[in-house]
């Protein structure tokens, strides 16, 4: 799991905040990449977007999910 091979020198709040950072600059990119003039996109290209887009759609959902249950733990 990947709990427990997250670095033990550094909190949870640490380790979660770096986590954050990437999933920003995954975000980021894919903005950048929208932002391209699209009709010059390769279908390669156009499907790497589709790809980050439909992974970050699902990892919301998920999150959401997770956010409830915490919640709704307390």
Do not use: P, W
């Not at 990947?2 to 909190?11: E, L, M, N």
């Not at 770096?18 to 499907?47: G, P, W, Y």
Request: no cysteine.
């Amino acid at each position: 799991m990947f709990f427990d091979s997250y670095s033990k020198g550094y909190s949870l709040r640490y380790n979660a905040h770096v986590m954050i950072i990437f999933s920003q600059a995954v975000l980021d990119f894919a903005k950048e990449l929208a932002d391209q003039d699209l009709e010059n996109l390769t279908a390669e290209d156009r499907q790497v977007f589709v790809d980050i887009a439909e992974q970050l759609e699902q990892l919301s959902f998920e999150a959401g999910k997770l956010k409830i249950r915490v919640k709704q733990s307390a």
